[in-house]
């Protein structure tokens, strides 16, 4: 596709952002595009890892937060075992989430920021993952009630997940972990 | 031959097969897995996406716990696994990290406690000589795809699992069950279990397509060593069959299950009973060689 960038653009400032946070070096691209070759999304979005990349180190503003694959991005780090100069473009795009919720502009279809803040939540009050009560959460925040509705009986049923939520963990050290964590975003480097 | 075990949460919920197949496994062969007290949550990919110094945390908790222990720790799924080997990469390539993690977690973590899966366990420290010598009830005949996924070779530089590309330690220890693995090209291919929930569609079509490749290579079972990929082929298998409009109907088993019934252990004790579906191809084989 073709993708226009504006050369009034002030260049840069969210390449910098990313490059921090992810900690990578973007300039080592030389576009061979195995990254995109070995995404299993890429039929699927407007831009492929290689030209975010390109888009990134061209000056692309806040425009590229709304860029599908960002949330349609499987984490399952193709781009990144395939690089040959090493760019943890999986990195690059845990980034570019951060930054789009940190900005409230994300809001894509299937939400995938609710369902990871409703687990972290369980994650926060048990110290361990309490998926029932994440998914339940979930299905009310998005109203979408049909899908897998007819699995979740038998699941239970087959004690395929658990009903009760979990107990034993060190509750203390978690909650500590999550209030650093906050205190501790943007600090640094 | 003992070390600090992590089952993680799915191991109590929807990977009991898992943790209950491991735990029988171990006991038989006599490798001790002493549970790390008070483990908590690694974080998951919910944690990598929000904030990587939250995930290195988590996860580096953990592995603190284990250090204390004095033990290597062993974790049987996969995504931990993944989480906890990224944790110790990233701690070691890191000042920032390293000094974040500190302070999150009020004490300093240099990233070197040795994480394995439970598979390297079994292959490089029990050993297939040894485990060949354990197999009563040789699985002959059964044809078996065994799936990777991402979780245990991506990153490489992370992970250091096996080839990431063609990885075979799956298959060294299918062969010692006396199963036979059948060649694909899927293996290391992504099931898209990360948007089960957020974006169901993709997960459906990309385990549609992992199956596809398996039944091709005429396998009867495909065996698995990660909770998002059992549940993503497994569970989904009725959504393909209404998305797609063929019937599927092959058995998703964890490699734990597999070595249990070469072992002669009950199926009862494996978690057979809660595949979604049915696993009757592969118990059929293990009866008919007692019988």
């Known amino acids: 596709m ?25 300039s080592t691209c030389y576009q061979c595009r195995k990254c995109s070759v070995g995404c299993p999304v890429a039929d699927r979005v407007e831009s492929p890892p290689s030209e975010i990349i390109r888009r990134l180190q061209l000056g692309a503003g806040d425009e590229l937060l709304q860029t599908g694959l ?43 920021p609710l369902f990871n803040r409703l687990f972290l939540d369980t994650v926060r009050s048990y110290g ?45 050290k978690v909650k500590r972990i999550f209030e650093k964590a906050a205190q501790n975003k943007g600090t640094g480097r | 031959m003992k070390y600090a075990y992590y089952p993680g949460c799915s191991a109590h919920s929807t990977a009991r097969d898992m943790h209950e197949s491991c735990m029988a496994v171990s006991e038989a062969l006599g490798i001790e897995l ?55 990469h990233e701690v070691v390539h890191s000042d920032e990290m390293k000094r974040a993690i500190a302070e999150i977690l009020g004490e300093p973590y240099d990233g ?19 485990l060949r010598k354990k197999i009563v009830v040789p699985l002959t005949g059964l044809k078996v795809a065994a799936y990777y996924g991402c979780y245990l070779v991506r990153p490489p530089e992370a ?16 062969d010692v069950t006396g199963a036979e693995s059948v060649e694909w090209s899927g293996k290391v291919d992504c099931c898209g279990g990360m948007q089960n929930l957020t974006r169901t569609e993709i997960t459906i079509k990309r385990s549609a397509a992992v199956i596809e490749m398996a039944q091709a290579a005429g396998a009867d079972c495909i065996v698995v060593a990660c909770p998002m990929c059992q549940i993503s082929l497994d569970v989904r298998q009725a959504d393909m069959e209404k998305l797609l409009g063929r019937k599927y109907d092959i058995p998703v088993i964890y490699i734990t299950q597999l070595i249990g019934l070469a072992l002669g252990l009950a199926p009862e004790k494996l978690g057979f009973s809660k ?11 293990a009866k008919a060689a007692v019988s």
Not at chain 2, 112 to 130: N, T, Y
């Open chain 2, 112 to 130: 070197s406690v040795p994480v394995r899966h439970f598979v390297e366990v079994l292959l490089k420290d029990f050993g297939p000589a040894k």
């Open chain 1, 70 to 112: 960002i949330w349609i991005c499987l984490s399952c780090e193709t781009c990144y075992a395939r690089c040959p100069n090493k760019i943890n473009f999986a990195a690059v795009i845990d980034a570019l989430r951060s930054i789009a919720v940190e900005k409230g502009v994300a809001r894509p279809q299937g939400d995938a």
């Open chain 1, 128 to 172: 361990r993952a309490y998926d029932l009560k994440a998914i339940v959460k979930y299905k009310l925040g998005t109203g979408d009630m049909k899908q897998d509705m007819d699995k979740f009986p038998s699941m239970l049923k087959k004690g395929k997940m658990a009903i009760l939520p979990p107990s034993g963990a060190d509750k203390g």
């Open chain 2, 34 to 88: 002493s549970e790390i007290k008070g483990w908590t949550c690694c974080g998951a990919s919910a944690a990598h996406q929000t904030d990587r110094k939250l995930a290195a945390s988590l996860a580096s908790a953990n592995l603190l716990k284990a250090r204390q222990m004095g033990m290597d720790m062993v974790v049987n799924c996969a995504a931990c696994y993944n989480r906890s080997k990224a944790a110790n």
């Open chain 2, 275 to 285: 595949l979604m579906v049915d696993p009757a191809a592969v118990l059929r084989t």
């Open chain 1, 2 to 26: 073709t993708t226009r960038i504006s050369k009034q653009k002030a260049p840069g400032d969210l390449l910098k952002i990313v490059r921090e946070k992810a900690d990578v070096d973007l």
């Open chain 2, 159 to 174: 992970t250091g699992f096996d080839d990431p590309e063609n990885p075979t330690v799956l298959e060294s220890l299918i």
